[in-house]
């Protein structure tokens, strides 16, 4: 019930495409949805995050679109650069239960942007 | 916003020394610290959580007697690896979270540890 499943594992799109990653969860206690980007050799980076009072959020490139009766949510990257090339990784946790609320892991996405 | 750092960034050691790795919030106040360890290609695998001042939680099958997890102030907590081996070679990562329940989880820029 902890698990938070995530696909593709791998995409390649065009520069100036649209990238999408999804996410299905099973805890329905879960409230805090967070993206992050990890580039190698670095921690991971908080994208962007939602929590499930809204079903979508948009920051610049990057919008989330969350769907709490599907249990999913998603990633989307508008006008994707080579610069974006990195790996994904959707979460999820009981945000504001307590400060020690872990966070559940995707299993990542590997995004390479061709120019 | 957050910033946690996290050093030393690469390390070297020998099989059979210890490493300790440390990761310290700069601005804010960590009551609760996260280690991760994270194989090539794959998520993070969470190890242990330690709030500041208590012993920390491990994770299932994580040895707590060969990864050492000191989080003694609210701004730093140390990760010790114990008489590490070839096998222990990886990339460590920590995450701090604050007091506040709206403070969200920052992570250091990790450790890419290599035992010889």
């Known amino acids: 019930q902890q698990q938070v499943k995530q696909s593709p594992q791998s995409l390649i799109v065009q520069k100036g495409g649209i990238s999408i990653i999804n996410c299905a969860y099973e805890n329905t206690a879960f409230d805090y949805f967070p993206w992050y980007q990890q580039f190698p050799g670095k921690g991971p980076a908080l994208l962007i995050a939602?929590?499930?009072?809204?079903s979508e959020k948009k920051e610049g490139r990057f919008t989330i679109s969350f769907n709490k009766s599907a249990k999913q949510f998603s990633l989307h990257i508008m006008d994707s650069q080579p610069g974006d090339s990195a790996t994904y990784f959707c979460a999820a946790s009981m945000y504001g239960e307590t400060s020690g609320s872990r966070l559940t892991f995707g299993e990542g996405t590997q995004l390479t942007v061709n120019p | 916003g957050a910033v946690v750092s996290q050093h030393p960034s690469r390390v070297i050691c020998k099989s059979g020394t210890s490493v300790k790795i440390e990761c310290r919030s700069l601005?804010?106040?960590?009551?609760?610290m996260f280690w991760y360890r994270q194989f090539p290609k794959q998520s993070l695998m969470l190890m242990a959580t330690?709030?500041?001042?208590?012993?920390?939680?491990?994770e299932q099958g994580v040895e707590k007697d060969k990864f050492l997890i000191n989080h003694a102030s609210l701004t730093l907590s140390t990760l010790t690896v114990t008489s590490a081996h070839p096998e222990d070679s990886s990339f460590y990562i920590c995450?701090?979270?604050?007091?506040?329940?709206?403070?969200?989880?920052?992570f250091g820029s990790g450790t890419r540890l290599t035992v010889v």
């Open positions: 939602i929590r499930p009072d809204v």
């Open positions: 330690s709030n500041e001042g208590s012993k920390a939680t491990y």
């Open positions: 601005d804010f106040q960590a009551t609760t």
């Open positions: 995450s701090a979270r604050g007091r506040a329940a709206n403070y969200g989880y920052t």
